[in-house]
């Protein structure tokens, strides 16, 4: 059973097989509690959290946007170290450093064979299922001093000793999504991208982008740090919405013609609406952002059908092998996403943690939570 928060004592270790955990208590409620530390059963591992942050997707269930049960441990972005092996798991040891993406595929569903792992609906193919993200969502997730990680001979991957928590962190959700973005939209060398929304996804979509060779990438955004930091990942002009009409700053940019490539990173209206306004016909929108109401899609700005046009979404891709390649990125400098981490608290302060990447305090990107 779980104890409350009241009586989690900040600095005070969780009683003997135990664990703290952040979990869903309701509508805006989220509590620090005690809960029995997980065992791994045959097939299983129990990884020791290192490190995690909050996504927004975990607001987005804080707010009733995306259900979760109650008392559901929060969380899918992480680095540990694996804490006990279940019968069957094999090639890896008890203390090795690990992740795995936020979709965590069987490898041998339907989707899984169609080359869809984020889609995963598990080995039984059970077509119900809301897909591969499960961390957090179907099952409990990472915020948390222990987790499970589903199907491990699928998704366990080993992290290099010369890299840092800090160095892959990123790369479990918003560092494959925002590479993943760019790649559904089949980026050619030379496009034109305009990014809409400089959170971490977004970011991280524009040094897609740049893997993908853009030659020209525009970032749009209200915050003027998020710019900056769009610079330092790869953008070539920033413009900020609360200064300049950026539908025609991007026309102009573009010679009238349009952008090859829209990437709308934030799941609002507006930034659809404008993705829409801005794409040359043939273009595409690459929408990788988390929509908690209605798109609409205005026929004037699409050319009343007739224009080619192209709208593709994204899941985070899952995997052992997609991990390792945004590690040899890491690895061989090509990307570096630690510049984000702007903000670490202990698990003890998750609350207050949550609280500030909610409101985007502080000029938050993004937080680490340690233990």
């Not at 899918?76 to 092996?85: A, D, F, K, L, P």
């Not at 525009?218 to 330092?232: F, S, T, W």
């Not at 209605?294 to 007739?306: L, T, V």
Request: contains cysteine.
């Amino acid at each position: 059973m779980n104890i409350l928060s009241e009586d989690v004592k900040k600095g005070v270790p969780a009683p003997e097989g135990y664990m703290k955990a952040a979990v869903y208590k309701g509508h805006k409620d989220l509590k620090l509690v005690y809960k029995p530390i997980p065992k791994a059963e045959p097939g299983e591992v129990v990884i020791k959290t290192t490190s995690t942050t909050i996504c927004g997707t975990d607001i987005h269930i804080l707010h009733g946007e995306h259900p979760v049960e109650e008392n559901r441990t929060l969380g899918h972005e992480h680095v540990g170290i694996i804490h006990e092996i279940g019968e069957g798991v094999e090639g890896v040891n008890i203390g090795d450093r690990v992740m795995c993406g936020s979709c965590t595929p069987c490898g041998s569903c339907f989707y899984c064979q169609k080359g869809l792992p984020s889609q995963c609906i598990g080995p039984e193919n059970d077509f119900s299922s809301p897909g591969g993200w499960r961390l957090g969502n179907t099952v409990d997730g990472t915020h948390a001093e222990y987790f499970k990680m589903p199907f491990p001979q699928f998704n366990l991957t080993k992290i290099p000793d010369e890299l840092t928590d800090n160095d892959v962190l990123m790369l479990t959700d918003i560092g494959s999504t925002g590479i993943a973005a760019a790649e559904n939209a089949k980026i050619q060398i030379g496009d034109i991208v305009a990014v809409f929304a400089c959170g971490p996804v977004g970011l991280c979509s524009i040094a897609g982008a740049r893997l993908k060779g853009a030659s020209l990438i525009i970032a749009v955004d209200g915050n003027q740090e998020r710019l900056n930091m769009a610079k330092q990942m790869g953008a070539d002009i920033a413009l900020n919405f609360t200064e300049v009409d950026v539908v025609e700053e991007i026309m102009k940019l573009s010679q009238g013609r349009g952008v090859d490539i829209a990437i709308e990173a934030l799941g609002k209206e507006e930034t659809f609406q404008n993705c829409l306004k801005v794409i040359r016909r043939g273009g595409c929108i690459s929408s990788v952002g988390i929509y908690s109401g209605h798109i609409q899609i205005p026929i004037e700005h699409f050319a009343s059908g007739m224009g080619d046009h192209k709208i593709v979404t994204t899941l985070c891709p899952g995997g052992r092998e997609r991990m390792s390649q945004l590690l040899s990125l890491v690895e061989q400098s090509r990307i570096d996403f630690s510049p984000m981490i702007t903000h670490s608290f202990n698990i003890d302060d998750v609350e207050e943690a949550y609280y500030l990447f909610e409101k985007a305090e502080d000029n938050v990107i993004k937080a680490v939570i340690t233990f």
